[in-house]
Every structure is written in structure tokens, then in C-alpha cells.
């Protein structure tokens, strides 16, 4: 009896100690029969070396804050306005969205701690092939929005510095824009965390006073009719959601960077609702405040919504300046940080063989030829914009990162809605089944609204975008298989 009960606790040792290493070393321990799931016959990803200071709680919030929080928050309630006050109501939507995205970010990272985020849950859930699209899809994401946030900082540039419309100049600052990000990033995970903290205080101190203090100046005259498009309050309502999808991407920030996280199976669920309600807060009061100092007729025209704010509170034109340098402070912060997750998803996913080895090298803790390729890929983009001139050919790239951003997202719930249904007692908490199968549900249909929020046009584009990647996971596949039967 007492030899059975001796055998009962090594065998339950035993298993602990596997669930700590990995789940698919438990499934493997509590299963002795064949593999019949993808995830099953995939190896595990191990761990990136500890060679950097890891972030805590307040550095991988302000990572998510500052990705969310980039550029876009400066034009947003112009870009809003003509659809009315009905914005806001989009605003609400979204952001319930998005904060039951998080949550869903933060229970598959307490199952599964690692560096990849998206693209570990999906190959955990789905296998290789899911996992390379989630990592393909979500690397055009990264270095195609830093093009974008570097054309648009030297916009602002343009306010405080006259670049007098030359070419070469405005090339040399987006490209600045681009790589001093990189540097910080190349230094070491402990000055990507210090640059992210700094520029996130630094860019809320303006976006706050007008969020903040635009209250006390509010003018319920100045705001326009609940719907100004004339297409119905739900019509205007998901119009004017298709132009707010790019502000909450980042949400997923804090699991993509999950082996840079301080006790990451706590801190990264916890970063990613409270940087994803910090950012909401700013942009629904920031918006506010907006439609209620400026006229209706004025905003729907204006290029600088936030400065004509500044100016109705304050009076002159110092308004303009201040808000300039809050936009170059705020998009260099969502720089540095996208920089960190464009080198982040191609990591994890050479150290299965499913991306070019050399993505799978770092050094201080960061993914260094991961950071140089996608900021050199982001640097020519930003040229040939500049070169060509072909802004709308640019415009449609931009819209095409929301398509490739939600692939990656819808893969990550669609793996906890898996492990649901699968009921999977290493990955499902059976007292909270209800609750995580509602919440995985809304966070898909979320997802799918951020897809048909895209457009059509942009759909297109983003599937020739993530089909490309086929002919990589070909190659990559081919080799590796290759050099098993060698």
C-alpha cells in the first residue's frame, strides 16, 4: 500500500514537472498513444536566453500603450467627424473588443509564456503551417506600419523644421525616424524599455491637457448632429469603425514580447487590458473634447484637429507647436516598440524552422537581424513613397496591415476556442468554461469586424501579401525535411 502510494506521488511529480516544462511535453506524458494533432507532432519552442533585463508590469503596459497610442490619434476625430457623433459609440464598440482581445491574449500566454504570441498559440493549436501564416502575416504588419508612422512623423517634422517639400530631406528624416528606433532596439531590451517608458509619459502630458482640460472648455453647440452621413445610425456607426480599426492595433504587443516579461504568465494578460484601457480612455476623452471645442464645419476640414483645439482653449498659435512635438515624441515611441515586435514573430518562428535562421540570433536580449532586415524593408518602402510619389499606392499598404494584423488575431482566439471545445484539462479552467468560450467567441467576431472593416480592396491586397509567404514555408519545409532524412 505504502509502495503504490510512493509510486502515485513520483508519477504525479512527475507530470508537474512536465506541465511546467511544456504542454505538449504533458500531452505527450499523459497520452503513451500515437499523435494525432498537428501540435502533437511539432517541436517545442524553446525559450530565448535571458541576456536582457526583462520588462515588468509598467514597461510591457507602456509597450502596449505607446503601439496602440502611435500617429493616428492626432487625426482621428477629423477623420471621424463627418460621420457625427456616432463615433463615439464606435469608439465604445471597439474598445470592448479590443480589451476582450486582450483578455484572451493573457489567458493563452499564462498557458504558454513564450516569445511569438500570436504565432505560438496558432502552430501550438493548429500546426506549422497556421503558425508560419500567423508569423508571415504579422511581420508585414510590423515593418509596413513603420513605414507608415516615419512618413507621417516627417509631416509634423514639416511644422517645426521647414523641409521646404525637398525630397532628399524628407527621405534623411523618415529614414531617422526609422533607424535611431532601431539603435535603441539593437542596444538591448533595457533601452527599449527606457525609451518606451520616457516617450509614453512625454507624449500624454499634451494629449492629456487637451483630453483633460478641452472638458472644461466644452461646447455642446459646437458638436454635430448623432448622424452626419445621412446612412443611418448603424451604417455611420461601422463607417466610422473602418477608419478607427488601425488605432487599437498593438493590443497583442505585450504577448508577442512575453520572454522579455517579468513573470509573463501574470504581467502580460495584466499589460495588455490595462495598456488597451489606458489608450481607450485617451482616445475617447481625447476625442471628446476635440468635437466639443471645435465646430462641427471646421473640424470636418481640418489637418490638425488637436492643435485647432489647442488654439479655441488657449488662444494664438502656439497650440500647433506643442502638439508637433507631441506627435514626433508619440510616433517615435510606437517606432521603438514596433521595432521590438518586427523582429519578435520571425524569432520564434526560426527557432522552430519555420523562418530563416538567422532570425532566430539575438544578442542583449533582442532578435538583432530581425531588427536590421524589417527596418531596412520599412527604410525602402519609405523611399520608393518618397521617390514615386504614389501616395495612394502607400495608403493602400497601410490599410492593408489591418487585414494582415487581424490574420494573426483571428488565428489566436480561433487556438482558444480549440482548446475549449477540445477540453483540454492543461489549457481549459473548467469553473470559468462560460465565461472564457464567451469571451473567445467575441473576441473572433471582433476580429471579423476588424476584417470587413478593412474593405474589399484591402482584403485583396492583404491575401496576395499572406499567400506570398507560401512559397517561404515551401522552401523552409522542404530543407528541413531534406536534412531530417539525411
Known sequence: MNGSSTEREQDHERRTTLMQSSPAATRQATRPSAPTDPVDQAPVTPEPPKNGRRFGLPTATALVMGNIIGGGIFMIPAAVAPFGTVSLLAFVVL??????LALVFGQLARRNPRTGGPYVYAREAFGDFAGFLSAWSYWITTWVSNAALAVAAVGYLGVLVPLHHSIPLEITAALAFQWLPALANLAGTR??????????VLKFIPLLLVSVGGLFFFDPKNLGPFDASGQGWMGGMTAAAAILLFSYLGVESAAMSAGQVRDPERNVGRASVLGTSGAAVVYLLGTLAVFGTVAHPQLISSSAPFSDAMNGMFGGTWGGTVIAVAALISMTGALNGWTLLAAQAPYAAAKDGLFPAAFGKEKRGVPTFGVIV?????????????ASGAKGAFDMLVLVTTFTAVVPYLLSTAAQLYWLVRGSTDKVNGAHLVRDAVLGLGAFAFSIWLLAGAGYAAVYQGVLFLFAGILVYVWLAGRRKTAESA
Open 95 to 100: 474598445t470592448v473588443g479590443a480589451i476582450a
Open 191 to 200: 533601452f527599449v524599455g527606457a525609451v518606451q517608458l520616457v516617450s509614453t
Open 374 to 386: 524589417s527596418v531596412a524593408l520599412a527604410s525602402l518602402l519609405t523611399i520608393a513613397n518618397f
